[in-house]
């Protein structure tokens, strides 16, 4: 019999070197080519509105478009992920809403770009449940919530570019110079990714027919080791290699169809709270950002300020953002939810202020105090998803999370749409964004009791043996 290595062990022992950078840059140039995309339609909405002579509240359906696609594509990208590994499910979802972003450069009509909007939401769907699981699998316990919230300040950082190429390019080349760049990016992203990224080791070792393909990552993960070819990799969690994977005997019983998308997974034991309560926080912070980011152009616009200066107070929303996902890196792993609950509370009084502020110069301010606490209790979110999930479904369970939380992010946006049509004064639009945050800190603070009774610590980690009693 060979060496026994303990996947968990291997992971968790490395040490920070070049492997974790370049899975660090890769999934961070990813999110950052997908935050730009889902921006840029926000940044051409005032361009388009003028020239094609359409009503800014008709924009709604086209903010909601992408929206839906992500709704489908997370938890679709998530099973694919979790058959096919997360590399080839990021590539996937990077192509094809790369290639719809080009397209949208010749539509003709808000009709178009919303079926291009909705291809492109569905590729984008599959890109955040899966470089969650990657990075999740692949990065060590003490660093994972950290680098984690770190790669997805790409999509804040990727979100505030459009607002400079909108101040910079737009005037010259006109609105499809967004789409351009958004629809290339990704596409050269995608091929770099398909040299550069590597493959989870947890997800390959339940899978025995890639056993080449683990023993080539799993000595670049570990250089200082010396990995023999008889070796047995031993997974942490104790289950037959492909159980549960293979197709039921009737794939249209209830229980089937339940297991095929995991639900039954995600609801089992003590995910049965758990899972609802993350998907209410997913919700309500979406819904915040989505409504955000989309009307914010258009609503400062609209207050007095110059088409350039309301990109730049956007751009500063999702500066913000940057920062406060930088500090939820550092709290998450300290108290874990609590942070989370913490960004929830003050984002209610700083996205109320953003209305009372007209077109002054402190509403520069106020937005990214805004973002600061939206985007860094999202990205708290998305962490925490990658953390409390075991391998073989985790995945699915942070893409049906971010799924569920479209719902909010397509309510957002629509919503605005309404109001903004029905001429509802500036300061009660972000009074009714504000509000729903008071859910997500109830939301946080219960979750944080749970994983505290549940892991004896309010810090997060994939103790998934120990969530699932």
Excluded at 62 to 84: E, H, M, T
Excluded at 156 to 164: I, K, M
Excluded at 225 to 233: N, Y
Excluded at 353 to 371: D, E, R, V, W, Y
Aim: aromatic share 10%; glycine share 12%.
């Amino acid at each position: 019999m060979g060496e026994v290595i303990q996947v968990e062990r291997l992971v968790d022992e490395q040490q920070f070197g070049w492997f974790n950078l370049n899975l660090l840059l890769w999934s961070f140039l990813a999110m950052f080519a997908d935050g730009y995309d889902i921006g840029a339609i926000s940044y051409a909405a005032p361009s388009l509105a003028r020239q094609w002579h359409v009503a800014a509240g008709a924009f709604g359906p086209v903010f909601a478009a992408s929206l839906v696609g992500i709704l489908f594509g997370s938890p679709f990208f998530g099973y694919v992920g979790d058959r096919l590994g997360r590399k080839a499910a990021i590539i996937a979802g990077s192509v094809l809403y790369g290639a719809a972003t080009l397209a949208t450069i010749r539509a003709q009509g808000l009709r178009e770009i919303e079926l291009l909007r909705l291809i492109a939401g569905v590729g984008i769907g599959g890109l955040m449940p899966n470089t969650i699981a990657l990075n999740s699998e692949l990065t060590p316990k003490r660093l994972r919530a950290t680098l984690i919230v770190l790669m997805f300040t790409g999509i804040t950082l990727g979100s505030a570019t459009p607002g400079l190429v909108a101040v910079w390019l737009l005037p010259r080349l006109g609105w499809q110079v967004l789409f351009l760049i958004g629809g290339a990016a990704p596409l050269a992203i995608a091929a770099g990714l398909a040299v550069a990224l590597p493959e989870s080791v947890k997800f390959l070792s339940l899978h025995p027919k890639r056993r080449g393909r683990l023993l080539r990552i799993a000595r670049r993960l570990r250089p200082d080791l010396k990995i023999a070819d008889d070796v047995q990799f031993i997974g942490s969690e104790a289950r037959p290699a492909r159980a549960g994977l293979a197709p039921p005997a009737n794939p249209w019983r209830l229980g089937a169809l339940l297991r095929a998308c995991r639900l039954a997974q995600i609801f089992a034991g003590g995910f049965a709270l758990i899972t609802p309560l993350l998907w209410l926080c997913f919700g309500v912070a979406l819904m915040a950002n989505y409504f955000l980011n989309n009307w914010m152009p258009i609503l400062f616009e609209s207050a007095g300020l110059s088409p350039q200066r309301a990109a730049l107070a956007t751009t500063c929303y999702h500066v913000g953002g940057t920062v406060g996902g930088l500090l939820i890196s550092v709290l998450l792993d300290r108290v874990g939810f609590v942070a989370i609950a913490g960004l929830f509370a003050f984002a209610v009084p700083a996205i109320a202020s953003i209305g009372l502020a007209g077109g002054s110069s402190a509403l520069t301010l106020l937005a990214a105090a805004a973002g600061f606490a939206v985007l860094g209790a999202q990205f708290g979110n998305n962490a925490a998803s990658g953390l409390l999930y075991p391998t073989a479904f985790r995945a699915s369970g942070v893409g049906w999370a971010l799924a569920i939380g479209r719902f909010g992010s397509i309510v957002g946006p629509l919503i605005g749409g309404v109001l903004i049509g029905a001429h509802v004064p500036m300061r009660r639009l972000f009074v009714a964004a504000a509000t729903p945050m008071l859910l997500g800190a109830l939301a946080a603070l219960l979750l944080a009791r749970l994983c505290y009774l549940r892991l004896g610590r309010l810090q997060l980690a994939d103790d998934a043996a120990t969530l699932s009693e």
